[in-house]
Nanobody
Framework: QVQLVESGGGLVQAGGSLRLSCAVSGRTLTTVAMGWFRQAPGKEREFVAAISWLGDTTYSTNSMKGRFIISRDNAKSTMYLQMNSLKPEDTAVYYC?????????????????WGQGTQVTVSS
């Protein structure tokens, strides 16, 4: 069993930055791919970024590329999402997820484990 716990969310003004963390327990992090998703009120869950288990392959959406940076530290069993130049439309609950298949994917249905989410609110 794998447990994922997100932290680092909060309220920030537009143009500001936040760094989200996802702490993993229950299994070594080195063999799983991981990803970040978000869900805004009234909207479907949306892919944000994904990273391979070695950290050498990453994916992100075009709208977030250059603003959001995904990384991981397997020694600390933690994944990160550095979010810069935040916009009000980035407001959402952000979830981390783990895919035991080891291959990063944008498809939420392929992730085996999910965290409880952390709220990010960007004020204008």
């Amino acid at each position: 069993q794998v447990q994922l716990v997100e932290s680092g969310g909060g309220l920030v003004q537009a143009g500001g930055s936040l760094r989200l963390s996802c702490a993993v327990s229950g299994r070594t992090l080195t063999t799983v791919a991981m990803g970040w998703f978000r869900q805004a009120p009234g909207k479907e869950r949306e892919f944000v970024a994904a990273i391979s288990w070695l950290g050498d392959t990453t994916y992100s959406t075009n709208s977030m590329k250059g603003r959001f940076i995904i990384s991981r530290d397997n020694a600390k069993s933690t994944m990160y999402l550095q979010m810069n130049s935040l916009k009000p439309e980035d407001t959402a609950v952000y979830y981390c997820a783990a895919d035991s298949g080891g291959i990063p994917t944008i498809q939420a249905g392929l992730y085996d484990y999910w965290g409880q989410g952390t709220q990010v609110t960007v004020s204008s």
